[in-house]
Antibody, heavy 117, light 107 residues
């Protein structure tokens, strides 16, 4: 079955960067876009961007351009998202999802990022 | 960006009741709409896509309808396991955007 296993929680200092992972299994990794979604505490969901593992093509929400970098490692079926120049506004749960035409049918368990000195 | 306005923000209903959640898009999204359920401490789960198509394994008491800018999610015969937050999402255009969510509780 389709599984997306995300890396564990991270506590990072303001101004630093964090890189999180999303390991896919149960399907052909290169056939589907991987999207990343942010959920701030108790709030709604924001789409950050997506990457197509087969080609490395990306699409971003303008709000997250310069903040998020998306990459993949096809050899391990793993997608990565790096967030840079972190502030308290970046404290949130980040989900990876397997996307098909923008529909998110499968979600990882989420990675909690806490930005604090 | 397409704005998704979801209502109500919270809802209290009794077991067996029928509930409806609304979502209005700021422009026509041509049925490019999905609904997700999120239980406390869990990831969102897809319920409905293409406005009215039930995702695999989702109980038939969930249904979606609408067109243009107005969409709704209906839950028939509310069950205790339906207590959750519900989000709509448009995928007609980039950036994909979500509604603010509806928190459903039992009365």
């Amino acid at each position: 079955q389709v599984k997306l296993l995300q890396s564990g929680a991270a506590l990072v200092k303001p101004g630093a960067s964090v890189k999180m992972s999303c390991k896919a299994s149960g399907y052909t990794f290169t056939d589907y876009w991987v999207s990343w979604v942010k959920q701030s505490h108790g709030k709604s969901l924001e789409w950050i961007g997506e990457i197509y593992p087969n080609s490395g093509a990306t699409n971003f929400n303008e709000k997250f351009k310069g903040k998020a970098t998306l990459t993949v490692d096809k050899s391990t079926s793993t997608a990565y998202m790096e967030l840079s120049r972190l502030t308290s506004e970046d404290s949130a749960i980040y989900y990876c999802t397997r996307a098909l035409f923008g529909v998110f049918a499968y979600w990882g368990q989420g990675t909690l990022v806490t930005v604090s000195s | 960006d397409i704005q998704m306005t979801q209502s109500p923000a919270s809802l209290s209903a009794s077991l067996g009741e029928t509930v409806t959640i609304e979502c209005r898009a700021s422009e026509d999204i041509y049925n490019g709409l999905a609904w997700y359920q999120q239980k406390p401490g869990k990831s969102p789960q897809l319920l409905i896509y293409n406005a009215n198509s039930l995702h695999t394994g989702v109980p038939s008491r969930f249904s979606g309808s609408g067109s243009g800018t107005q969409y709704s999610l209906k839950i028939n015969s509310l069950q205790s396991e339906d207590v959750a937050s519900y989000f709509c999402q448009q995928y007609y255009d980039y950036p994909y955007t979500f509604g603010a969510g509806t928190k459903l509780e039992l009365k």
